[in-house]
Every structure is written in structure tokens, then in C-alpha cells.
């Protein structure tokens, strides 16, 4: 099957075969396509009806408020999956838009037909909802651990349980963020200068060293915080 080596990699198709898989590209109403860097994937507004999945590349959720502000929710990466929600919880638009940070490749899958049950009840069907329960079970971990981010009361507690959080994630103390400055500004909703004064006496304190993406958190110093 095309593609099928990337969708593979996914979470929500892992344990399907490529026999399956083909079986299943009519049912749900498969079909690929292409984005550049700095693309409109989705529109914040428009109609909700498919699930898009990243196969290639990389991609951004923001949302745009009524004052036009823009708000970074995530980036993804590869293998991750938009608009899921929107499915299980029948919404009839996209809250944000999806828009290609690199090059990419994207699936897009009729929700539709991913949330009702096929006429033959199919146990790969079956398997491949339960696998999306499981990606919206990770999103909703991922936006309580933001919310708990943004209730800290200042920007020294938002950065310093940013990184922490983020060396649990790598393992270790030595980590890459997946934002720069003005990126990860905007998802602590901070202003930038701020953050980068913030994180220059951060510095300084010896908590952390850091080279653009590139972070060390010092984790003795970070234990007498505690």
C-alpha cells in the first residue's frame, strides 16, 4: 500500500497489517496529500470532517482568538493526529488551525466512517478506535500538564516547570525543546523579552545552561528548590 511504511509508524495503526490496512483505505476514505513550509493544513472554522495525521514533516496547532491574537497550543511531529477530538465529540468545525512548519505529508482519514462501526464489525476497526481513545487519553495529559504550566504565578515558575517537566520526558538532564524562544514564549503565553531575561538569570543562578534549543538543567540546584 503507498505509504504504508509511514503509516506504520503511527499509534493509531501499529498493530494493523498492510492486508488490513488496504481493506480498510476504502472504507475510510483514505487519501494523501502534500504541504510545503508554511502551509494551511487546516483552517480554524472549516468544516470538521476528517482526522488528519502527519506522516512526514512537521506541523503547528495555534489558535486564533477574537482579538486575533494567535496562541500556540503543540507542535507535531510525524506520526501525530489532528482533529480527533472533533470525532468522538461530533463538533461540526475545527477549533484551531493546522498549519506545515517543514515540508510534510499528510493522511487524511473520513471521521465518519472512523467512528461507526463497519457493517462486517471488523475487529481492525475495532483496534483502530480503541488506538485513537489511547491518543486522546495522551492529548488530554498533554493539556492538563500546559494548564498546570499557566496557572504558575510567574514566569520563573512557568519556565522552571517547563524544563523540568521536559528533562523527566528526555530522561535526563540534558535535553532539545521542541520550541524557540519566541515559540515557547508564546506557548507559556509570556512576553519574550521577559522569557529571555527570565532564562538568562536562570542562568546565571546555575539551574540551567542552554545553547539556542539545546538545555542542561543543573538538578542539585533545582532539589533545593523543592
Not at 153 to 182: C, M, W
Given at each position: ?118 457493517e462486517n464489525k471488523c475487529k481492525r476497526h475495532d483496534l483502530v478506535v480503541k488506538n485513537l481513545m489511547r491518543v486522546i487519553v495522551e492529548r488530554n ?86
Open positions: 500500500m503507498e505509504n504504508f511504511s509511514e503509516i506504520k509508524k503511527t499509534k493509531i495503526f501499529a498493530e494493523i497489517s498492510e492486508n488490513d490496512m488496504q481493506a480498510m483505505a476504502y472504507c475510510l476514505k483514505i487519501k494523501f496529500k502534500n504541504y510545503n513550509k508554511n502551509t494551511l493544513i487546516i483552517e480554524q472554522g472549516q468544516p470538521a470532517e476528517e482526522v488528519v495525521i502527519l506522516l512526514k514533516g512537521g506541523a503547528k496547532v495555534e489558535n486564533i482568538d477574537t482579538f486575533g491574537d494567535i496562541s500556540l497550543i503543540t507542535k507535531l511531529k510525524a506520526g501525530d493526529v489532528f482533529g480527533v477530538e472533533n470525532s468522538f465529540l461530533g463538533e461540526t468545525q475545527y477549533k484551531d488551525n493546522l498549519v506545515a512548519t517543514e515540508n510534510c505529508l499528510v493522511m487524511f482519514l473520513n471521521r465518519h466512517r472512523l467512528i461507526t462501526p463497519c495529559k498533554a493539556l492538563m500538564e500546559k494548564l498546570k504550566l499557566l496557572s504558575k504565578k510567574n514566569i520563573r515558575e512557568k519556565v522552571l516547570a517547563y524544563l523540568h517537566n521536559q528533562s523527566i520526558k528526555a530522561g535526563s538532564s540534558y535535553f532539545d525543546l521542541p520550541y524557540n524562544k519566541t515559540e515557547l514564549a508564546n506557548y507559556l503565553s509570556v512576553d519574550r523579552s521577559a522569557l529571555s531575561t527570565t532564562l538568562s538569570k536562570l542562568r546565571e543562578e546555575g539551574l540551567i545552561d542552554f545553547d539556542k534549543k539545546h538545555y542542561h538543567i543543573n538538578n542539585k540546584a533545582f532539589e533545593k528548590l523543592q
